[in-house]
């Protein structure tokens, strides 16, 4: 059984930086792409970040190129989310999430592509 779990949310102030992780178990990680998206409450669950199981591609959201990043650490099983420049619209609980089957930008951004899901870590950025 695949388990993924993320960690670092917090409230933060505008402007400010803050790093999330997603860490992953019970499964063969170095295997998986990986994503990240976000939700709030009454909206449909938005892509942010994918990596590929390698780590050499990367994928974002156009809202967050620049000044999100993701990031991977194969031999921790643990993905990463690099954010700066907070923004209060940036307030959502964001989602980690493996995929063994992406091939394509779609597929990608697309939630129902994605296998295992973490229950999310709460992000408030406060202005």
């Known amino acids: 059984q695949v388990q993924v779990t993320e960690s670092g949310g917090g409230l933060v102030q505008a402007g400010d930086s803050l790093r999330l992780s997603c860490a992953v178990s019970?499964?063969?990680?170095?295997?998986?792409?990986m994503g990240w998206f976000r939700q709030v409450p009454g909206k449909e669950r938005e892509f942010v970040a994918r990596?590929?199981?390698?780590?050499?591609?990367?994928f974002y959201a156009p809202s967050m190129k620049g000044r999100f990043t993701i990031s991977r650490d194969n031999a921790k099983s643990t993905v990463y989310l690099q954010m700066s420049g907070l923004q209060s619209e940036d307030t959502a609980t964001y989602y980690c999430?493996?995929?063994?089957?992406?091939?394509?930008?779609?597929?990608?951004?697309?939630?129902?592509?994605?296998?295992?899901w973490g229950q999310g870590t709460q992000v408030t950025v406060s202005s």
């Open positions: 019970g499964g063969t990680f170095s295997t998986y792409d």
């Open positions: 999430a493996s995929a063994q089957d992406i091939h394509n930008s779609f597929q990608a951004i697309t939630p129902r592509f994605y296998r295992y």
């Open positions: 990596i590929s199981w390698t780590g050499s591609s990367t």
